[in-house]
């Protein structure tokens, strides 16, 4: 199916090990993001890629970092995973109509920090 | 700092009932989005509205966005088991191409 495809859908670390999570999207949107879900918390921002070339920090940054390929890829890398990163991620990207930003998501990894 | 605020937080009710979720703010949006998240997925977008005042139907949904542009309603009607979910709300700004997220209502209908 054509959308937002994301590798993998689960995961275990330990504490200081590193990861790199994978987003692909065939719908030639220019801009993409990674959220991570918590309860109770809603979709908090980790980072975005507004275009092909350019990164910026999101609400929640520390302790990741993201790769923008090329258009359809968009990676997220946690260099040493901590137990408060356990959550659900999830990659989403969008056209980026004039006046509105709607996101098309893929399915969410689900990373536990042991 | 929670610049959408969504309630109730969780609702649950009997399937054929009405019922309504809100989305406030203090601040202004060019746009805001409605988005239905099932267990294990993504959320989906089930609605954008651009305009204060404007009213858009799914069916059973009717999605509100308040005249001033800094809330929004969703109305279920007769609302059946396929209605559980968690909704999302989310608003846009022409200033930059984040999205800000309301925590979410978790609404379960019981057969």
């Known amino acids: 199916n054509a959308g937002v495809t994301q590798t993998p859908k689960f995961q275990v670390l330990k504490t200081g090990q590193s990861m790199t999570l994978q987003c692909a999207q065939d719908?030639?949107?220019?801009?993409m993001y990674w959220y991570r879900q918590d309860p109770g918390m809603g979709l908090r921002l980790i980072y975005y890629?507004?275009?092909?070339?350019?990164?910026d920090k999101g609400e929640v940054p520390n302790g990741y970092n993201v790769s923008r390929l090329n258009k359809r890829e968009f990676s997220l890398r946690l260099e040493s995973a901590a137990p408060s990163q356990t959550s659900v991620y999830f990659c989403?990207?969008?056209?980026?109509?004039?006046?509105?930003?709607?996101?098309?998501f893929g399915q969410g990894t689900r990373l536990t920090v042991v | 700092t929670q610049l959408l605020e969504q309630s109730p937080q969780f609702l649950s009710i009997q399937e054929g009932e009405n019922l309504t979720v809100y989305c406030n703010s203090s601040?202004?949006?060019?746009?805001l989005q409605w988005y239905r998240q099932e267990p294990g997925e993504g959320p989906v977008l089930l609605v954008t509205?651009?305009?204060g005042g404007e009213v858009k139907k799914l069916k059973r949904l009717t999605f509100q966005f308040g005249d001033a542009r800094k809330d929004s309603s969703l109305h279920i009607t007769a609302a059946q088991p396929g209605d559980t979910g968690l909704y999302l709300c989310?608003?846009?700004?022409?200033?930059?191409?984040?999205?800000?997220w309301g925590a979410g209502t978790k609404l379960i209908i019981k057969p």
């Open positions: 509205v651009v305009t």
């Open positions: 719908m030639n949107h220019n801009s």
């Open positions: 989403a990207s969008s056209f980026r109509t004039v006046g509105t930003t709607e996101a098309f």
């Open positions: 989310a608003g846009g700004r022409d200033s930059n191409y984040q999205l800000i």
């Open positions: 601040s202004v949006f060019s746009s």
């Open positions: 890629s507004a275009s092909e070339g350019t990164t």
